[in-house]
């Protein structure tokens, strides 16, 4: 793990749409410059906290290459290309490699609540899309797919299939499964990953975790947290994480997906924090509490536009 090519904070960046649901692109534009401002060391595209689930074809390739060619090298692009189908999701892939990511995220095959594949075709899904490309491959294993991948199972993977290298693991349980992980896959596993907009991070790099993947509100935040870890300063990344962590409760528990974009369009980073219909908006009386928890840590969200 010592020589992985990704580390550090690699929040996901929200997508950006008007009130009537069309992709503002210049929104999104300066979605991801505060977010290269504010400190990730990489950022994610098209996961689920960016709605990735009300997106058409065409607007994921638009999103994917808008963002691409506006990064401009200045950090790493991991591009979430989840579809059930092998093919799909291989077709996607290779786009998005062809435009520059720096490794894609993915979930195991699922669709809906009950439909899923067994763990010989899920293997047979993940070496197939690995034999498809050459940038590393993130498993994504979240309750959301409704896939149970064992720490057993996703270190076979990692020994077994060239580019499976990164593991987001947003299970309950998440440290102990990430120090499993660890010990079985040992230097197969190069990015051993938290999410869940890092409710678990203390837990999680004390597992062994790397790399942390948030909500795109507050990477400044973030840093200070696992930067102090990194460094050796476990004291003053418990002081950090004790500091941020209402404020993490509130993305994680509260406004959810919808928290990023709210803390942007509040300091002025983007026009308009509205989700694309169906998906309610965020209650008034929520907002609030998470600007007013916000305001109290003082992040860049708050004051880059101004």
């Known amino acids: 793990m010592s020589t992985a090519r990704y580390r550090g904070v690699f929040p996901v960046a929200p997508t950006t749409f008007t009130a009537t649901g069309e992709l503002d692109l210049a929104s999104q534009k300066r979605c991801i410059d505060f977010m290269i401002d504010a400190g990730s060391n990489g950022i994610c595209i098209l996961a689920n906290f960016s709605e990735q689930f009300v997106l058409a074809d065409d607007e994921r390739e638009l999103l994917t290459q808008t963002i691409l060619e506006h990064v401009n090298g200045r950090v790493p692009v991991i591009v979430t290309t989840t579809h059930f189908s092998t093919r799909v999701c291989v077709e996607r892939s290779r786009r998005a490699q062809a435009m520059g990511a720096a490794m894609v995220m993915v979930m195991p095959p699922y669709h809906g609540a009950t439909i899923r594949v067994p763990e010989a075709q899920?293997?047979?899904?993940?070496?197939?899309?690995s034999d498809a490309l050459t940038i590393p491959i993130m498993i994504q294993d979240a309750p959301v797919s409704g896939t149970a991948l064992s720490a057993p199972f996703l270190a076979r993977m990692a020994k077994e299939i060239e580019h499976v290298a990164y593991f987001k693991i947003e299970t309950a349980g998440a440290a102990s499964k990430l120090r499993e992980l660890i010990r079985l896959g040992g230097d197969a596993v190069e990015g051993p990953w938290d999410g869940e907009e890092a409710i678990t991070l203390l837990p999680d790099l004390d597992a062994g975790a790397t790399g942390s993947m948030t909500g795109g509100g507050y990477p400044d935040g973030i840093r200070r947290i696992v930067d102090a870890y990194a460094a050796g300063r476990r004291e003053d990344a418990i002081a950090?994480?004790?500091?941020?962590?209402?404020?993490?409760?509130?993305?994680?528990?509260?406004?959810?997906?919808l928290s990023a974009k709210a803390l942007m369009q509040e300091g002025g980073v983007i026009a308009c924090e509205a989700p694309r219909h169906p998906f309610p908006a965020m209650h008034p009386a929520t907002r609030a509490g998470l600007i007013e928890t916000a305001r109290r840590l003082d992040p860049l969200v708050l004051r880059w536009a101004h």
């Not at 899920?122 to 899309?129: G, I």
């Open 122 to 129: 899920t293997f047979e899904f993940f070496a197939a899309l």
């Open 240 to 257: 950090e994480y004790t500091r941020w962590l209402p404020l993490i409760n509130c993305e994680n528990r509260q406004g959810g997906l």
